[in-house]
């Protein structure tokens, strides 16, 4: 459930005539208000959901579904990108296979072997401006410092001592200062460059 009670969905050009909550009982949770912020469409959920699961929100389309697929950055919810969505300079971006235990295969889409300059970049959609904190997760061998830049001319950057399993660390704070686009992107600045492995870049509001 949401912090704030609100449901952000993001890039749906395709105007909503109604939302429902599947299998609610209480009749007046069952159809949901709708707003729209920009380009996205907010739904606002009911206090209480007697779906004890999973609850499932309907929506009826005006017309066939008509999606911008740039991603976007939820304001409610910490928003996870895998690095294999990025668009990559200077690295290599692979699919790596490994046995965590017997017979269990894990697989990721990875961007590693950094060279200097290198970069993973994605756009993004923000609706709520403010602080978001940032973080990455990545695995690789000894020190690592990341940086993280953003179109308006925004960096922070961090060192961890990394770990041969993915792990997820904190960068910083990046302020998102209104509402629209920008381009994101994550650098590998020192350590062992050729051993550096991204997995994912995250995004959660910090309210201030």
């Not at 686009?181 to 020192?190: L, N």
Request: glycine fraction near 8%.
């Amino acid at each position: 459930m949401p912090k704030d009670g609100q449901l952000y969905l993001p890039g749906l050009k395709t105007k909503v005539r109604s939302a429902s909550l599947l299998g609610e009982k209480k009749k007046k949770n069952s159809k949901l208000k709708i707003q729209t912020d920009g380009s996205w469409t907010k739904i606002k959920l009911p206090s209480s959901i007697t779906e004890p699961m999973v609850p499932v929100v309907r929506l009826e389309l005006a017309g066939a579904a008509e999606v911008d697929p740039c991603w976007g950055i939820d304001p409610s919810v910490k928003t996870t990108i895998l690095a294999q969505f990025s668009d990559v300079t200077g690295a290599t971006k692979k699919r790596k296979s490994w046995m965590e235990k017997f017979g269990e295969w894990k697989h990721v889409e990875r961007v590693w072997k950094w060279e200097k300059d290198g970069k993973a970049s994605w756009h993004v959609d923000v609706v709520k401006p403010g602080y978001y904190n940032v973080s990455l997760t990545y695995s690789g061998t000894g020190r690592l410092v990341w940086g993280v830049d953003t179109s308006q001319g925004q960096h922070i950057q961090n060192q961890q001592n990394s770990s041969h399993n993915y792990q997820e660390f904190p960068i910083g704070w990046i302020n998102f200062p209104k509402a629209g686009r920008y381009s994101v992107s994550v650098s590998c600045i020192e350590g062992n460059l050729k051993e550096a492995s991204l997995k994912a870049i995250h995004f959660e509001y910090v309210d201030l």
